[in-house]
């Protein structure tokens, strides 16, 4: 490292910056404004902790202007060292708010995980499943760890693979690509009660460059 | 790794130099003085400030301090080369303090490793040569480097490398940081892939909060500009609650403003 680059990106030594104040709030970070994020009583605690412990980490959100619920489970255990499965494997459920009911599209709103419809990638074993993007208001973009990347299409509840091209073609011309194997929808009290299957994943393309 | 592997790995073509030597321990030094100085021994102090959030090429900004341009894998994935320069520069010509994440993934560059060297090394001549505020508010790359993505730890060890004798040569505080999982690798093998770089890891959970404050305790790195994500299930989407569970001091460098103390907020964008 050079002399000037090191006075650049080093910190001083001896003169830390004071304690700052407390941070502005204590709350949730910030999301941009085409994102709802589900509140904290979406799940009873109980039921929050059930899906935890079948599905690792969880994130859940909505998509501005959309009638869906995203919920991804990572397959990897939150407490565990390195990254242990979950009994459940990893998951994308979806729940749809039916014409437009503004009590299921409350992020505050309590339910249950039984109204969502459950999918499972195309390496149900692969994890942790992990959420890169989002693209156009219905494609999710996938890492399905060494499976690769996919996209998700949450309105017809498809997998697709994770190309640019892939994803621009579900943009422009949905309904029109061949999706990729996976195992059958289920529902979310179908899943809880559900271990991923295994066996080799067949939509697992060889992987260049490894 | 020991500190002299931290050096080592500082250096430029794998020849340890004094100068490269003396940085670097002035630089664990401070870590180590930070996690020291903190007086709660389980939660950073400094705490952060003010954050950073990534935003889509072409899209808008976050309202956030820093802006952290989600480039994604390149190649055959979502984003090119040149939208990734010009969200950069875009960025930067705003005088915002700017940062250009890329997650290497083999499925997207069949090259591996070289062909990142290539499209990282293209994006940072063009910004340099496009951005007379580089030096000041770029802070370089932030590499998503997590076990899932598909590179062993070598190969993103050789990627680092590349990375660090690169932007050694940029003219301003340009440095890069490196996202990962820590809960994900061993800790040596953790160790080694975030050293010489700003870590900026993923706390998502216990595991992980666990694992960062492993690699505080035991190699000395202690200043992290830690990952938050912002639509996980709460608490785990306040950074209050996240940066409580790490030990150390939040990421900063005086060339941003030593007040200002960044955790990273990462969103679906």
Redesign the interface.
């Known amino acids: ?6 006075g ?16 502005p ?11 709802i ?4 009583a979406f799940f009873t605690a109980a039921e ?1 902790r059930r899906l ?1 412990g079948a599905f690792g ?5 909505r998509l501005t202007g959309q009638d869906q619920w995203i919920l991804l489970g990572s397959g990897t ?7 242990v499965g979950t009994p459940g494997g990893a998951v994308v459920a979806v729940e749809r708010c039916q014409g437009g009911d503004v009590t299921c599209l409350n992020p505050d709103v309590t339910r249950g995980f039984s109204s969502f419809m459950v999918t499972r990638p195309p390496d149900p074993l ?3 499943l ?6 156009g208001p219905s494609v ?2 996938l ?1 399905n ?2 499976c ?2 996919f996209s998700f299409d949450v309105s017809s509840l498809r997998w697709y693979r ?4 892939a ?1 621009h073609a579900l943009l422009t011309r949905p309904g029109q690509q061949q999706p990729m194997a996976a195992t059958p929808v289920m529902t979310g009290s179908q899943a809880l009660g559900t271990r991923p299957p295994t066996g080799p994943p067949a939509a697992c ?1 060889p ?4 | 790794m020991t500190r002299a592997g931290v050096v080592s790995f ?3 073509h794998g020849r340890p130099s004094p ?2 030597g ?3 321990a ?2 664990l ?3 180590a ?2 996690a020291l ?1 903190a ?1 709660a021994a389980w939660a950073q ?5 003010v ?1 950073m ?1 990534d ?2 090429p072409g899209a ?1 900004y ?3 301090p820093g802006k952290v341009v ?1 480039g ?2 390149l190649g ?5 080369v040149s939208r990734v320069e010009a969200a950069t520069v875009n960025s930067l010509a705003n005088s915002y303090r700017t940062v250009t994440e890329i ?1 290497p ?9 070289p ?1 990142y060297e290539s499209k990282i090394r293209a994006i940072y001549h063009y910004v340099e040569s496009h951005s007379a505020h580089a030096a000041a508010y770029w802070a370089g790359f932030m590499l998503d480097e ?7 730890a070598s ?1 993103l060890g050789t990627l680092n490398r590349y990375v ?1 004798s690169l ?9 890069y940081f490196t996202e990962n ?1 820590p ?2 690798w061993g800790l040596s093998t953790y160790n080694s892939i975030v050293a010489g770089s ?1 870590p900026a890891p993923q706390v ?4 992980m909060a ?2 960062v404050n492993a690699e505080c305790s035991t190699y000395g790195r202690c ?1 992290n500009d830690v990952t ?14 996240v940066t409580g569970l790490i030990t150390g ?1 939040s990421w ?4 941003w403003g ?2 200002r ?1 960044f955790c990273n ?1 990462w ?3």
């Open positions: 490292m050079s002399r000037a680059k090191c650049a990106v080093q910190q001083a030594a001896g003169r830390l910056p004071a304690p700052g104040p407390l941070p709030a204590a709350g949730p970070a910030p999301v941009p404004a085409g994102v994020r589900c509140g904290p929050a935890t980490l969880i994130s859940c959100f255990s939150t407490s565990a060292p390195g990254l692969g994890r942790p992990e959420l890169q993007a989002v693209a999710l973009l890492s760890a060494r690769g990347l994770g190309t640019s091209s994803v393309p992987v260049p460059g490894q | 500082l250096s430029r100068v490269t003396m940085c670097a002035l630089v030094g401070a870590w003085i930070t100085a007086p102090s400094p705490r952060y400030t954050k959030q935003f889509a808008g976050p309202g956030t989600e994604l894998g055959s994935c979502l984003y090119s997650s993934q083999p499925y997207c560059v069949a090259s591996g490793v062909g997590e076990p899932g993505f598909g590179f062993s190969k660090a932007m050694n040569a940029s003219p301003g505080l340009s440095w999982q809960n994900g700003w998502y959970s216990v595991s666990n694992a200043m938050v994500d912002g639509v996980a299930a709460s608490p785990w989407n306040s950074p209050a609650h001091s900063h460098v005086s060339a030593g007040a103390l907020i969103v679906p964008v």
